[in-house]
């Protein structure tokens, strides 16, 4: 609306000039003036009312006295030889290691008795005086046995080993018992007691920091200027 009141005033100043110019015409537009005042809004700022401010405080050193041993003799150390130890022990030694010797076992054999055929059965031809006359007869046989002795092997021949133990004797010889050593023989330390004075607490410093302070105000702000313009109105029945 602000827009088409400030495009009418320039309108109306020419509109005004031109009626000065032919009064008692006959009207064919009306204005009316248009006042529009500034526009305001609260707003809440904060505001800071005092700055903030920085301090260093420094705490003083603290020292106190205390008695502290030193050593007025470092220790020191000499040394002995304790010679070897030796002693005579015995012991058993193998001589000669355990083996294995062969024996070979002859094989066994006994007589044994059996009965074989001699002579087999069977039929053969044989002249015989039959009736006073010279007969060839047919005859059977019989198998004739007789006993025979063999020499049969009841066990074979074979090898044996047997295991000659080995064989030990003792020894007598001389061992170490402890070797030679050093022995270190030691003097201890002196110590005497001294008083010192010394920091318990190193001195310090530290800032103390106090904050700014702020409040929050109220402020006016113009968000819209003053405006003032022209309207246009319907022409009245008496000015047409």
Known sequence: MVQAIKAVAGATLLLASITQVQAGGRAVACYQPVHQPAQYSTVQERVMVSPGSRQVVTTPAE??????????RGESVSYRVIPARYRTVSETVMVEPARSVARVIPAQTQIVHRTVMTQPGGYGWEWKLIGGKRTLCKIRTKPVYGTVAEQVVV?????????VPA????????VMVSPERREAIRVPAMYDTVRE?????????HVVATPAVYET??????VRDEVNGWKQVAIPRHCR
């Open 197 to 205: 004075k010394v920091l318990v607490r190193a001195a310090t410093s």
């Open 167 to 174: 064989r030990y004797a003792a020894r007598t010889k001389t």
């Open 217 to 222: 105000r109220s402020r006016a702000i113009k």
């Open 155 to 163: 066990a074979p021949a074979r090898t044996v080993y047997e295991t």
């Open 63 to 72: 020292y106190a006295w205390q008695e502290r041993r030193v050593m007025v």
